[in-house]
């Protein structure tokens, strides 16, 4: 029982979290959406645990806790997957930024060679 409040309760605070993140144009709609559905089916989990065995049941599995576990698994590797996309996309910028610098570096050199 202690664990159903606490978790309701943490779930709350994390949604108010994400939408004032989203509120201060911190993060996406998408991530709001995201992780307040997470945080969501998290709470309802906690209050009503047979909700998550019948879903369970209902996919094919024969506890709730292989189902919990299966799609923590699943969304881990799709954070996972957006952190590379951010990491590779940030390595394209910061090379083309580089690139730049380099160019006008050079483009600076040849001038004061043209001026000696």
Known sequence: MLYQILVAFIAIVVVLLVFNMYHKRKTS???FILWTILWLLLAIFA???ESITFL???IGLNRGLDLILIFGLIFVYYLVFRIY???EKINQDITKIVRKIAMEKELEFEDDLDDK
Do not use: E, G, M
Request: proline share 8%; net charge positive; charged share 10%.
């Open 29 to 31: 709609l998408h991530t």
């Open 47 to 49: 209050i009503v645990p």
């Open 56 to 58: 369970a049941n209902f």
């Open 85 to 87: 996309l951010k990491i």
